[in-house]
C-alpha cells in the first residue's frame, strides 16, 4: 500500500526549483509581462488605474523616502559585518526596497487597491468569455458590451482578490536575514517568498470556482513551482519604486489572463472526460 508523501516546504525544494526550472515556469511568469501589455492595450482599464494612482505614488514615496533616511545606513553597517567587497550596499538597498514594499503592499491592498483587483480581475475574465463565472458572485449586465468594466454590477458577496495573510508577513519577516547571505541572499528570499506569495494571486480565481480549502490546496500542488517563480518575479517587481503600485494592478491582469487559460485547459478537460464517459456507456450498452 503507498503511503503518501508529505507536504514538503519550499527550502526543503529550493535546489529542485532553482536547477531544474521547466519550461512550464518561463511560461508562467511570463504572463506577468502579458498583463503589463494587455493593461497598456486596453484602455477600458484606465479608470481603475486613475482611482488609486495619485494616492499610491504619494504612500509610496513617502514610505520608501523614510525608510531610507532613517533605516538605510544601519542596516547597511549592520550587513557590512557579514559582507565583503561592498555587496552589503547592494543587499541593503534591496532589504529596504522589500521592506518599503512590504508595507506599502500592506496598506495600499488593504485599504485601496483590492477592490480595484478584483474589478481589473473579473473585467478581464469576462474580456476572455467567462462571465458565466462571474454571474454567479456578482451581476453582469449586457449593456455596454465593449467595455467590460462598466458591465460590472456591486458583487453580491465578499470579493477578495487575494486575502491578507498572517503567516506570509510572518515568514517575510523571518525570511529577511536571508538578504545577510552575500550575492544571492537577495534571489534566495524572493524565491523562499515567492513560494507563498504566488499561489494567493489566483484567490479570486478559485473563489468564482466555488473551491473549499482542499480543493485550493489540490490545484496549487498541480502547479507549486510556477506558482512559485510567478510570485517570485511578481515580488521582485513589486521592488521597483515607483512603478509598484502600478504593478501591483497588472498583476491582477496577468493572473486573470492566467486563470482564462486554465479555465479553458479545464472546460476542453471535462469535454474530454464526458464524451469518454459517453463512449464508455455505448459500448456497454447502457443509456
Given amino acids: 500500500m503507498s ?4 507536504p514538503q516546504s519550499a527550502l526543503q525544494n529550493i535546489p529542485k526549483v532553482v536547477l531544474r526550472p521547466t519550461w512550464e515556469n518561463v511560461v508562467a511568469c511570463s504572463y506577468l509581462l502579458k498583463g503589463i501589455v494587455f493593461f497598456i492595450a486596453h484602455p477600458f482599464l484606465y479608470p481603475l488605474l486613475k482611482a488609486r494612482i495619485l494616492p499610491a505614488f504619494f504612500l509610496s514615496a513617502f514610505i520608501i523616502v523614510n525608510l531610507f533616511v532613517w533605516t538605510y545606513l544601519p542596516q547597511v553597517a549592520f550587513l557590512a559585518l557579514f559582507h565583503k ?3 552589503a550596499w547592494v543587499n541593503g538597498t534591496f532589504l529596504v526596497l522589500g521592506e518599503g514594499a512590504a508595507v506599502v503592499a500592506i496598506l495600499f491592498e488593504s485599504f485601496l487597491a483590492d477592490e480595484s483587483q478584483v474589478d481589473i480581475f473579473d473585467a478581464v475574465m469576462i474580456y476572455k468569455g467567462h462571465e458565466d463565472l462571474l454571474r ?3 451581476p453582469v449586465t449586457e449593456d455596454s458590451l465593449n467595455n467590460p468594466v462598466r458591465r460590472l454590477g456591486k458583487p453580491a458577496s465578499s470579493s477578495v482578490y487575494a486575502p ?9 519577516v523571518l525570511l529577511l536575514p536571508v538578504n545577510f547571505v552575500p550575492y544571492v541572499g537577495v534571489p534566495l528570499f524572493l524565491l523562499l517568498t515567492g513560494y507563498r506569495a504566488g499561489p494567493l494571486q489566483h484567490w479570486r ?9 482542499r480543493q485550493r490546496d489540490r490545484s496549487v500542488a498541480k502547479r507549486r513551482w510556477q506558482y512559485t517563480w510567478y510570485g517570485t518575479v511578481y515580488l521582485f517587481m513589486q521592488l521597483v519604486p515607483p512603478f ?5 494592478l497588472t498583476a491582477a491582469t496577468s493572473s486573470a489572463l492566467w486563470a482564462a487559460d486554465l479555465e479553458e485547459a479545464r472546460r476542453e478537460q471535462e469535454t474530454r472526460a464526458a464524451q469518454a464517459s459517453g463512449y ?3 459500448a456497454d450498452g447502457t443509456v
Fill in 205 to 213: 480565481y478559485f473563489q468564482l470556482l466555488g473551491y473549499d480549502r
Fill in 136 to 138: 454567479q458572485h456578482r
Fill in 3 to 6: 503511503q503518501t508523501r508529505p
Fill in 244 to 248: 509598484s503600485m502600478l504593478f501591483l
Fill in 164 to 172: 491578507f495573510s498572517f503567516r506570509q508577513i510572518v515568514e517575510f
Fill in 85 to 87: 567587497n561592498g555587496s
Fill in 280 to 282: 464508455t456507456d455505448d
